[in-house]
């Protein structure tokens, strides 16, 4: 088992090092797929397979999709433009960003703070599985963090939408 995790460990940084320093994007989309799949089989090995399926269907499946889409829709070869969109409004990106600032200053201080509360966090109980495991610490002791990520997922999706579209 320890040989296994090791060479599992070795193989992710590999790929993780491909990624990052190879020229070709598509490549380097493919690399990060095999290191999503060597995550998974780590997690299996740690016997989360919850985890693991998870890995596969929503990173390896859906997330290098995504990459895939914008490497293709993106054209690398174009030099940087030269037109500036008068329409462009650098205040409200400025006021945007520092909102968002300070939502993530807030959400560290929120987890660095103590809590109020004198009861002890309940221990799973014995016949919890794994996915009860991860629903109850998704759902409870980072509710916040969770919702802040759905938030950004959000404003992402909302940025490459108004990237994507057509000028009327």
Not at 55 to 67: C, K, N, R, S
Not at 79 to 93: F, Q
Request: glycine fraction near 8%; charge should be neutral.
């Amino acid at each position: 088992m320890t040989i296994a995790f090791y060479t599992l460990a070795a193989f992710i940084l590999a790929l993780g090092v491909l990624v990052v320093s190879t020229k070709n994007t598509v490549h380097a989309v493919l690399f990060l797929v095999a290191n999503f799949l060597c995550v998974a089989m780590l997690y299996v090995l740690l016997q989360a397979e919850f985890l693991a399926v998870i890995q596969v269907l929503v990173y390896a499946g859906g997330i290098v999709v995504l990459y895939l889409f914008v490497v293709m829709l993106v054209n690398l070869k174009r030099g940087p433009e030269t037109h500036v969109d008068p329409r462009r409004r650098d205040r409200m990106g400025l006021l945007i960003g520092g909102a968002v600032l300070a939502e993530f200053v807030a959400i560290l201080l929120y987890g660095f703070a103590p809590r109020a509360t004198g009861a002890a966090p309940a221990a799973a109980a014995p016949g919890v599985g794994n996915v009860e495991q991860v629903g109850w610490s998704l759902y409870v002791d980072y509710l916040v963090p969770f919702e802040v990520a759905s938030i950004l997922l959000l404003v992402a999706m909302i940025g490459a939408i108004v990237l994507a579209k057509k000028e009327p």
